[in-house]
Every structure is written in C-alpha cells, then in structure tokens.
C-alpha cells in the first residue's frame, strides 16, 4: 500500500476569501489595520497561533491571542453561512484514488480538527481519509510530526508516501519527514517557491496530479 496526504486550504478548497475575511476581523477586533490578501495567504498552512505571530510580529501575546479568537469567531460563522469550494477536479480526484485498493488517503493541515470534520461533512467526503492529521495534536509546519503520525497510523513505510500541498510549508514538512512531495500551482505560494522547497513534481490542475500520483504509484 501507499499513501497520499492531502493538504487542505489552497489543494483542495478554496479558502482564500474565508481566511483573508477572517484575518481582517481578527485585526480590526484589536484596532490593527487589516493586511493584505497576498500577506495573509503567505502563511496559509501554519498553525494559526503561529501564522498570527508571523503577520503581528509588534503585537504582544495577550493582543495575538485576541486576533486568533477574532479569526475563529469569523471563520466559523462564514463556515456556517457558506463552505468554502472545492477546486474544480477535487472530488474527480479524490473518488478516482479513493477507488485504487493500493492507495491510502490521509489530511495533513493547520486547520482543527473541528474545522476539518466541517469541511468534510459539507463536501460529503466521509470515508475518504483514513487518516486525519490537524494542528489540534501536533508542532506548525514544516514540523513532520503529522507526516510521522500518518505513517505510523496507517502503517506506511516513507518511502511510499507522497504529501501533495500548495506551500513550502508542506514541501518543507515532506523534506523533513523524508517523504516525496508534489506541488499544486492553483493555490496560495508561487511555483517557485515550492520548487524551491523541493517538490518533485508541480502539477497544473488535477487531471495533472491524478496522473502524476498514478505514475508515483505504479
């Protein structure tokens, strides 16, 4: 068996607006000027206590905690009022890996896992995964330690394992759990920057990634 980890926000949905709405109502909650999209989608992927310090470098613990409860308290209630999409060619993907009986499928993300079982439930992707890793249990990434927890979850040896995501970040986790790592073009860090950080392939859309992770696999 191999196994393919998906990340989330910006390789399988598309936050952007959620998480840009979000972050400027954390801001504004503690009288800071909301920030760019381009700034605030730099650090999709980390764990949000630590995206916050990365985007509020001058703000003092007790005002960074404010901001990511601001940023909870939004993006739960656009959750509510309307789920962020799927990519176009997302669930295609998903159904035709899911069908492989040599393939494995897992998440590794800086959502919680609160957040991540909402995203599940609102695109009927119950049973897709069988591992779900979540910044609720373990270090931000690049840390591998969700990488680590998949392998040993499901029983996978690293060398057939894949992590598929849109930033360094999740490039930077593969390279350090000595896993290969696949590049997505479509989401929130720029294909130099995940060549950069050592992707094996980048792929285009997700006619492109299923072939490139069919031909990984065989």
């Known amino acids: 068996m191999r196994l393919v980890v998906f990340d989330v926000d910006g390789t399988l949905i598309d936050s952007q607006t959620h998480i840009h709405h979000a972050m400027s109502h954390g801001f504004a909650q503690v009288g800071l000027q909301p920030l760019p999209k381009a700034q605030v989608l730099s650090i999709v992927g980390l764990s949000l206590p630590v995206a916050v310090a990365q985007l509020a470098p001058e703000a003092d613990a007790e005002m960074q905690a404010r901001i990511v409860a601001g940023y909870k308290d939004s993006f739960m209630q656009a959750r509510l009022d309307h789920a962020a999409p799927l990519y176009d060619g997302a669930m295609d993907c998903l159904d035709r890996l899911a069908g492989r009986d040599d393939l494995i499928l897992a998440v590794a993300t800086g959502k919680s896992r609160r957040g991540l079982d909402a995203m599940i439930a609102a695109h009927g992707l119950q049973g897709r995964f069988l591992s779900l890793q979540t910044a609720d249990g373990h270090p931000s990434k690049p840390h591998p330690s969700m990488l680590q927890a998949a392998l040993a ?45 050592g992707a094996a392939r980048i792929a285009d859309d997700f006619t492109a990634l299923t072939q490139a992770i069919e031909e990984w696999a065989a």
């Not at 499901?154 to 970040?169: K, L």
């Not at 930077?172 to 073009?185: D, H, L, P, Q």
Request: hydrophobic fraction near 45%.
């Open 153 to 197: 979850e499901t029983g996978t040896e690293v060398g057939r394992a894949v992590m598929i995501g849109d930033t360094s970040f999740d490039m930077e986790m593969a390279r350090a759990a000595g896993m290969t790592g696949f590049g997505v073009s479509w989401g929130y860090h720029p294909v130099a920057a995940l060549t950069q950080a």
